[in-house]
Each structure stands twice: as C-alpha cells, then as structure tokens.
Nanobody, 126 residues
Framework: QVQLVESGGGLVQAGGSLRLSCAAS????????MAWFRQAPEKEREFLAS????????YYTDSVKGRFTISRDNAKNTVYLQMNSLKPEDTAVYYC???????????????????WGQGTQVTVSS
C-alpha cells in the first residue's frame, strides 16, 4: 500500500504560481506511475498530468499543457506539480494518485488509480 499526502495548495492571484508536492510512503515509490487530478465544486474529477515510474514519460491534458509541469524525485518519494500562469478556473481541490504499473502510456484513467491523497485546495483569485 501507498499513503499519499499533498501539500502546497493555497490562495494565489491570477497569473501567479504554486508548486504542489505529494509525499508517498509505504510501498516502493518507483514502481508506481503518478498523476495529478483536480475536482471543482459540482464538477467531475479531472485528469491533469501523469508521469511514468521512471519519470521518462509525462502527459498533460490540453487545458494545462504549457502551464503545468509534473515531475518526480524517486529518491525523495515525492511527485510535484509546478503550476504557472494560474487562472481562476484552476480553482479546485487537487489530488495526487498512484498506480502500480511500469507502463508509460494511458495513465490518464482515474478509475485505474489504486491510491489517492486527501487533496489540497488551490484557489485562484481574479
């Protein structure tokens, strides 16, 4: 099992930046693909970005491509989401998730993820 704890959320003005972190504990972190999702009030959970177990493959949804960057440090058991040029519509609860897999494709399916963090609130003011 993997336990995930997100941090780094908060209130930021439009155009600003935040860096989210997700610390993992438990199982071998490097055997998990990782992803970030978000959920705004009354909306479905939305995939944002994924990264393969090695960090060699990343994938982004179109709405964040060029603004958000996912990365991981397997030595620190941590995955990050650097968010730049934030917009009010980025306001949501952000979740990291872990999927036990060594594949590096099709990592955008929330129903496949085994473990989820508790979420961290990101609020972008206009």
């Amino acid at each position: 099992q993997v336990q995930l704890v997100e941090s780094g959320g908060g209130l930021v003005q439009a155009g600003g930046s935040l860096r989210l972190s997700c610390a993992a504990s438990g199982d071998t972190f490097s055997t998990y693909a990782m992803a970030w999702f978000r959920q705004a009030p009354e909306k479905e959970r939305e995939f944002l970005a994924s990264i393969s177990w090695s960090g060699g493959n990343t994938y982004y949804t179109d709405s964040v491509k060029g603004r958000f960057t996912i990365s991981r440090d397997n030595a620190k058991n941590t995955v990050y989401l650097q968010m730049n040029s934030l917009k009010p519509e980025d306001t949501a609860v952000y979740y990291c998730a872990a999927l036990l897999t060594l594949r590096s494709y099709d990592l955008d399916r929330p129903y496949e993820y085994n473990y989820w963090g508790q979420g961290t609130q990101v609020t972008v003011s206009s």
